[in-house]
């Protein structure tokens, strides 16, 4: 017996969508809270644009909740770390994600872990987490490290290279053969460009409010669809194929054919492909992002790289990095750049919910139905929390420092029982496929780039991250590591 899937979407026509919005807000039994409420499209453009120095003006203004209208309705914010622990943790219970305002991903994802709630939630978290144990994801270092070597015979020293695009290809290559067990040289696979379809996909949150409305031939959303439908013909020959032929590996497409939960219910196909399109999806595009930032970074701080090719020599000395040293946090300067890059740039930046019921939180009124959104990205640059919050200081991640931080000042993983289930998975292939760009290359910045950063709905630089290959240069002299 299939296990029984999510409820439908109350609507699923935009327009009707936006009605019944506004009809929530207006029968509101409580006041939002205080904010800037009145219709705005300069607000609502400036959002898309630039949300972080909003967010951040907002909470100086009104605290940490505040109410800010977006296009046509009310948008609920709560930022600092009680707000971020009272959302994903101790009232966890009273948001759902499915009718926030990413809910247009279920055109893309269906109802996968990212999209769904409550007990079709658990069941699938259930299925899905033996594959994240820890002896599998050890597993994945030899072809993470073989996908980054070969990605990385491409790079010429001297040439210039965008290693945000060449981190998409690479992270959904590792994504499609250590977790699925899927050739990305296959014929099936070679037929399609999967990093170009996600990205056409996913450009539906880089396009006006207006526009998302629509659904004509043109419109972002019939693109979103058309990409869509192609990753599908992907994923469910390779379904029918494995179905057809018993074949199975060590990856979760494998495990989710033959998954059980503890009512023996299985998963349908229409299932398994919500569940691989959804990890496909966060499972190279989390990855991209934070490689891309971490070098950004290190390209401004030399320092800080001679720090890592001191602990690369002292560590590996010219090895390739083992699955337990990558996991076990050996690599303890590239555990802290890693963590100050996770808060600065937080890839999944806002947590969409809608409340269920009406609540009180630092004594404002929330209402019920009303969109709530906790942001790992501004409650990262709040200066009373994380001092100086602009500067990149792994420092602030050492055992020590990072016991004195409040409970849920740090959550670039959202919390609670939607903790992203590949967490361990994609910080281990971050810290691989960084410790094999340190032993073959120095990247740095042309002059004139800037960085700009656009949210679809990961947070990613916006023009690319163009980079001037050079070649390692020789670490300093042994121990300036613990001197710096």
Same mark, same amino acid.
């Given at each position: 017996?299939?296990?029984?899937?999510?409820?439908?979407?109350?609507?699923?026509?935009?327009?009707?969508?936006?009605?019944?919005?506004?009809?929530?807000?207006?029968? $509101?039994?409580?006041? %939002?809270?205080? @904010?800037?409420?009145?219709?705005?499209? *300069?607000? &609502? /453009? !400036?959002? +898309?644009?630039?949300?972080?120095?909003?967010?951040?003006?907002?909470?100086?203004?009104?605290?940490?909740?505040?109410?800010?209208?977006?296009?046509?309705?009310?948008?609920?914010?709560?930022?600092?770390?009680?707000?971020?622990?009272?959302?994903?943790?101790?009232?966890?219970?009273?948001?759902?994600?499915?009718?926030?305002?990413?809910?247009?991903?279920?055109?893309?994802?269906?109802?996968?872990?990212?999209?769904?709630?409550?007990?079709?939630?658990?069941?699938?978290?259930?299925?899905?987490?033996?594959?994240?144990?820890?002896?599998?994801?050890?597993?994945?270092?030899?072809?993470?490290?073989?996908?980054?070597?070969? $990605?990385?015979?491409? %790079?010429?020293? @001297?040439?210039?290279?965008?290693?945000? *695009?060449? &981190? /998409? !290809?690479? +992270?959904?290559?590792?994504?499609?053969?250590?977790?699925?067990?899927?050739?990305?040289?296959?014929?099936?696979?070679?037929?399609?460009?999967?990093?170009?379809?996600?990205?056409?996909?996913?450009?539906?949150?880089?396009?006006?409010?207006?526009?998302?409305?629509?659904?004509?031939?043109?419109?972002?959303?019939?693109?979103?669809?058309?990409?869509?439908?192609?990753?599908?013909?992907?994923?469910?020959?390779?379904?029918?194929?494995?179905?057809?032929?018993?074949?199975?590996?060590?990856?979760?497409?494998?495990?989710?054919?033959?998954?059980?939960?503890?009512?023996?219910?299985?998963?349908?196909?229409?299932?398994?492909?919500?569940?691989?399109?959804?990890?496909?999806?966060?499972?190279?595009?989390?990855?991209?992002? &934070?490689?891309?930032?971490?070098?950004?970074?290190?390209?401004?701080?030399?320092?800080?790289?001679?720090?890592?090719?001191?602990?690369?020599?002292?560590?590996?000395?010219?090895?390739?990095?083992?699955?337990?040293?990558?996991?076990?946090?050996?690599?303890?300067?590239?555990?802290?750049?890693?963590?100050?890059?996770?808060?600065?740039?937080?890839?999944?930046?806002?947590?969409?919910?809608?409340?269920?019921?009406?609540?009180?939180?630092?004594?404002?009124?929330?209402?019920?139905?009303?969109?709530?959104?906790?942001?790992?990205?501004?409650?990262?640059?709040?200066?009373?929390?994380?001092?100086?919050?602009?500067?990149?200081?792994?420092?602030?991640?050492?055992?020590?420092?990072?016991?004195?931080?409040?409970?849920?000042?740090?959550?670039?993983?959202?919390?609670?029982?939607?903790?992203?289930?590949?967490?361990?998975?994609?910080?281990?292939?971050?810290?691989?496929?960084?410790?094999?760009?340190?032993?073959?290359?120095?990247?740095?910045?042309?002059?004139?780039?800037?960085?700009?950063?656009?949210?679809?709905?990961?947070?990613?630089?916006?023009?690319?991250?163009?980079?001037?290959?050079?070649?390692?240069?020789?670490?300093?002299?042994?121990?300036?590591?613990?001197?710096?």
């Amino acid at each position: 017996m299939a296990l029984v899937g999510p409820p439908p979407l109350l609507s699923k026509h935009p327009f009707a969508v936006l009605l019944s919005d506004l009809r929530d807000e207006r029968s $509101a039994s409580v006041p %939002f809270p205080p @904010g800037e409420t009145r219709f705005s499209l *300069a607000r &609502t /453009r !400036r959002f +898309a644009d630039e949300p972080l120095p909003m967010l951040l003006e907002a909470y100086e203004r009104f605290g940490p909740i505040f109410t800010l209208r977006l296009f046509h309705g009310n948008v609920v914010f709560m930022l600092g770390p009680e707000a971020n622990h009272y959302v994903t943790v101790s009232h966890a219970s009273n948001f759902i994600w499915r009718e926030g305002h990413f809910r247009d991903l279920i055109g893309l994802m269906g109802d996968g872990l990212l999209t769904i709630d409550g007990e079709f939630h658990r069941r699938s978290r259930l299925i899905m987490l033996p594959a994240f144990h820890r002896e599998h994801i050890a597993a994945s270092v030899d072809v993470i490290v073989e996908e980054t070597t070969r $990605a990385l015979d491409q %790079f010429t020293v @001297g040439g210039v290279v965008d290693l945000y *695009a060449a &981190t /998409r !290809r690479l +992270a959904l290559r590792v994504a499609m053969r250590a977790l699925f067990g899927l050739d990305p040289d296959g014929e099936r696979a070679r037929a399609i460009d999967a990093a170009g379809l996600f990205e056409q996909a996913l450009s539906f949150y880089a396009s006006e409010y207006l526009l998302r409305v629509f659904r004509g031939r043109l419109s972002p959303w019939a693109r979103l669809q058309a990409a869509a439908r192609k990753l599908d013909t992907l994923i469910y020959s390779e379904i029918a194929e494995r179905r057809a032929t018993g074949r199975r590996g060590q990856d979760i497409l494998s495990l989710l054919l033959d998954a059980e939960d503890e009512d023996g219910n299985t998963l349908s196909d229409q299932q398994i492909r919500d569940e691989v399109m959804t990890l496909l999806f966060a499972g190279h595009d989390t990855t991209t992002s &934070t490689v891309s930032f971490m070098f950004y970074e290190l390209a401004r701080h030399p320092e800080i790289v001679a720090r890592l090719l001191v602990e690369q020599d002292e560590q590996l000395a010219g090895r390739q990095p083992t699955a337990s040293q990558l996991i076990s946090g050996d690599l303890v300067e590239l555990e802290l750049v890693l963590d100050e890059t996770l808060r600065k740039y937080p890839p999944a930046w806002v947590g969409p919910r809608r409340a269920i019921e009406a609540f009180e939180f630092e004594g404002r009124t929330v209402p019920a139905r009303a969109f709530v959104n906790y942001c790992s990205w501004a409650s990262h640059h709040l200066p009373d929390v994380f001092p100086e919050p602009e500067s990149f200081r792994p420092e602030r991640f050492t055992p020590e420092a990072r016991a004195k931080l409040p409970k849920g000042a740090y959550v670039p993983f959202g919390g609670g029982s939607r903790t992203c289930v590949g967490m361990r998975f994609g910080q281990l292939e971050v810290r691989t496929i960084a410790t094999v760009i340190l032993s073959r290359f120095a990247l740095s910045l042309p002059d004139d780039f800037r960085l700009q950063i656009r949210q679809m709905p990961t947070i990613s630089p916006r023009a690319g991250l163009p980079m001037v290959v050079g070649p390692r240069p020789a670490a300093p002299v042994a121990g300036l590591s613990a001197a710096a």
